[in-house]
């Protein structure tokens, strides 16, 4: 879901009311390492890393790209166009392909690592987020379903169902996988939930608030869209590349609360 109404935000409203007085699992601390100058343009929906480069998918029609960046330009080195009535959605790398989604398109594409498309398949829900934990691939919707995909034929494997204690976790968007756990946004708020992929409870959360009151907002702002979207983990330094929609900023963060193993 990305384009806002007056609807919808009735709806987010009503869904994310309960987070601060009812969310069980703790906060853990970050700090940031660096920051990197970031596309305006790209409505983020979906960001990997992949052999060193920045993979970002964006979103809006006539305006949906899968590009390969540099991470400290944030130069586009590659860059492949959707087709105009598709809205780009989550991607991630998964072994020797980058897979996507499309928001409503009911599609999903796959690509070699040079961006060239190498075919499709079929989505039975919206496509929201992506990532892979190095069998399956795990997509959201919007809803608190986690979905376990096969990477030979894109068939459902599995489900959980995201919970924060006796809460589940709507507007679940732009996926990670890190550290054995999914890192996940939670669509028009600053924060990331931490989630255990057996069960799908989450063991903590991450309050990125801090980061969006930090940019240097353009005077067009649009406050309510250009939210923050967008993890990819490098398991060389152990930090995430976290932005948002729009943002003028990626910045690299290390988590100080390490998960427990």
């Known amino acids: 879901?990305?384009?806002?109404?007056?609807?919808?935000?009735?709806?987010?409203?009503?869904l994310l009311a309960w987070m601060p007085a009812h969310a069980s699992a703790p906060d853990w601390s970050y700090h940031v390492v660096a920051e990197f100058p970031h596309d305006t343009a790209a409505f983020t929906e979906g960001l990997a890393l992949l052999d060193g480069r920045l993979l970002e998918s964006t979103?809006?029609?006539?305006r949906s790209f899968l590009s390969i960046r540099d991470v400290a330009?944030?130069?586009v080195m590659k860059r492949y166009a959707l087709d105009s009535n598709?809205?780009?959605?989550g991607a991630t790398v998964a072994g020797n392909r980058i897979v996507q989604l499309t928001w409503h398109s009911g599609v999903g594409y796959f690509y070699d690592l040079d961006l060239k498309r190498l075919g499709s398949f079929t989505i039975n829900t919206e496509g929201w987020g992506l990532t892979w934990d190095g069998h399956s691939l795990i997509r959201s919707d919007g809803s608190p379903t986690l979905r376990f995909i096969s990477t030979e034929n894109y068939s459902e494997i599995r489900t959980i169902?995201?919970?924060?204690?006796?809460?589940?976790?709507?507007?679940?968007?732009?996926l990670e996988w890190a550290n054995g756990r999914i890192y996940a946004n939670v669509w028009h708020t600053d924060r990331i939930a931490v989630i255990e992929p057996a069960d799908g409870h989450v063991i903590a959360w991450?309050?990125?608030?801090a980061l969006n009151r930090r940019l240097l907002k353009q005077h067009n702002w649009n406050s309510l869209d250009y939210v923050l979207n967008g993890i990819a983990f490098d398991p060389n330094t152990g930090h995430f590349l976290v932005t948002g929609k729009c943002w003028p900023t990626l910045f690299e963060i290390e988590v100080d609360s390490k998960p427990e193993h």
């Open 59 to 62: 979103g809006l029609e006539g």
């Open 86 to 89: 598709d809205f780009g959605e």
């Open 1 to 14: 879901m990305r384009i806002v109404t007056v609807y919808k935000l009735t709806m987010v409203a009503a």
């Open 161 to 174: 169902t995201a919970h924060d204690g006796d809460q589940r976790i709507w507007q679940l968007n732009e």
């Open 73 to 75: 330009s944030g130069k």
């Open 206 to 209: 991450l309050d990125l608030g």
